[in-house]
């Protein structure tokens, strides 16, 4: 079992900055790829980005590309989604969740909520 917990959300204007965290506990945290997943209100899940188990290769949403990083620190068990030039698109819940095969979410957060005011 591995447990993950977000948090760093909040309400922040367009064109603002959030960092958020999602701390691991439980299984060895760095046996996992990692992702950051979205959900806006009434709409589906979206894959936001993934980082690989060592943070050597990362994979990013188009939308968020070149205004979002995803990285981590395995002797924090921790990973992190540095959010740039904020938009209103971006109000989500936002979670962490845990892959070994970046098709199959293992473990999921609770989620952290993210408003972007326009």
């Known amino acids: 079992q591995v447990q993950l917990v977000e948090s760093g959300g909040g309400v922040v204007q367009a064109g603002g900055s959030l960092r958020l965290s999602c701390a691991a506990s439980?299984?060895?945290?760095?046996?996992?790829?990692m992702a950051w997943i979205r959900q806006a209100p009434g709409k589906e899940r979206e894959f936001v980005s993934a980082?690989?188990?060592?943070?050597?290769?990362?994979y990013y949403a188009d939308s968020v590309k070149g205004r979002f990083t995803i990285s981590r620190d395995n002797t924090k068990d921790t990973v992190y989604l540095q959010m740039n030039s904020l938009k209103p698109e971006d109000t989500a819940v936002y979670y962490c969740?845990?892959?070994?095969?970046?098709?199959?979410?293992?473990?999921w957060g609770q989620g952290t909520q993210v408003t972007v005011s326009s």
């Open positions: 969740a845990a892959t070994t095969d970046y098709v199959k979410y293992d473990y």
């Open positions: 439980g299984r060895t945290f760095s046996v996992y790829a």
């Open positions: 980082i690989s188990r060592n943070g050597g290769r990362t």
